[in-house]
């Protein structure tokens, strides 16, 4: 029972210090002593969040997580595509539509721009134009965070393994850690959850590319 319990706390004890070591505990030094130097220039080199306090001192308590996926952002571009054709396919339903009705559309987009009453004859075509007007502002604003999210996750990519050529379509996996930390700020300590990517994608041959962590989270411990 004994050399079992000495067994557990030495599994233990090299957990915590395998946790206090390695590319993690690198990347947290960098990104606070940059933070504490204020070096904007080199946290944007591989960071995607700021921290706006003085760090007193920082240690690594933990991996919460650990996990790793297929790189997203090739999928996350098929997406924006797909709704950018559903913006254009309403566009074209709704030129086809007055193309059809040229008069009365017309007739009702000017008695709306006049705030007027719309006549029972003309109803039918304004509900229609509403129809098509609202799901045209549905769909662009899907587009919009469609695009929103590529553009923060290839800044992501690009921070890891630099601005190589055709890196929207490059498969490959994205490694994800989260961390404990025990930052002391202002003589008081409190936990942070930091979180880390690190991207390995299939380049050209011959190309090399950089893999390196980037910090892409960090909040207060929950």
């Known amino acids: 029972m004994m ?4 067994l557990l706390a030495t599994v233990a004890l090299g957990l915590t210090l395998g946790a206090c070591g390695g590319p993690e505990k690198i990347v947290v030094d ?10 904007s220039q080199t946290l944007t080199a591989f ?10 001192d920082w240690k690594i308590v933990q991996t919460v997580s650990s996990t790793e996926e297929p790189a997203p952002l090739p999928e996350l571009v098929k997406l924006a595509k797909e709704a950018d054709n559903e913006v254009s396919k309403n566009q074209r339903e709704i030129n086809f539509y007055t193309n059809q009705h040229p008069n009365e559309v017309t007739d009702v987009m000017d008695l709306m721009r006049g705030r007027k009453p719309i ?33 923060k996750e290839k800044q992501t990519v690009i921070l890891s393994v630099g601005d190589v050529d055709n890196l929207e379509t490059l498969t490959g996996t994205m490694a994800t850690r989260q961390i404990e930390l025990l930052l002391t700020i202002g003589g008081e300590k409190s936990p942070y959850l930091m979180t880390l990517r690190q991207y390995k994608l299939q380049a050209a041959p011959g190309v090399r590319s950089q893999n390196r962590w980037v910090v892409c989270g960090l909040e207060p411990k929950k």
């Open 3 to 6: 050399r079992r319990a000495t």
């Open 30 to 39: 960098k990104y606070f002593g940059a933070v504490n130097q204020e070096d």
């Open 47 to 56: 960071a995607t969040v700021a921290f706006d306090k003085k760090v007193d």
């Open 119 to 151: 006549p029972a004859r003309l109803q039918g075509v304004a509900d229609t134009l509403e129809r098509y007007n609202a799901k045209k502002k549905e769909l662009r604003q899907a587009l919009a965070r469609a695009k929103e999210r590529v553009d």
